[in-house]
């Protein structure tokens, strides 16, 4: 499964916006800007709801996505332990 931000990658790259750009539209910094990239902070329903405003990708998406990645990483991991 992949992670939610390679999604994200993706829909940037599309979307056309530039760094600045994107941070000014969602407003936030670089540094978290960086961080939902490299999946070091999740995506929260608020972020998602302004993914939803600046990228026309619905917040339930994400949401949904977000639970989803959460959900296998912990099977996994819990997978792991029982071995």
């Known amino acids: 499964m992949s992670a939610p931000s390679e ?23 670089s540094e978290e800007l960086s961080d939902l990239m490299n ?15 600046v990228f026309k990708v619905p917040a339930t998406f994400w949401n949904k996505l977000t639970k989803n990645y959460i959900q296998f990483k912990t099977n996994s991991s819990d997978e792991k332990i029982a071995r």
């Not at 999946?39 to 405003?53: N, R, Y």
Request: proline share 3%; net charge negative; glycine share 2%.
């Open 39 to 53: 999946d070091e902070i999740a995506i929260t329903p608020e972020m998602a709801l302004k993914f939803e405003d």
């Open 7 to 29: 999604t994200l990658k993706e829909v940037i790259e599309d979307s056309g916006l530039t760094q600045q750009e994107l941070m000014s539209k969602l407003q936030i910094t």
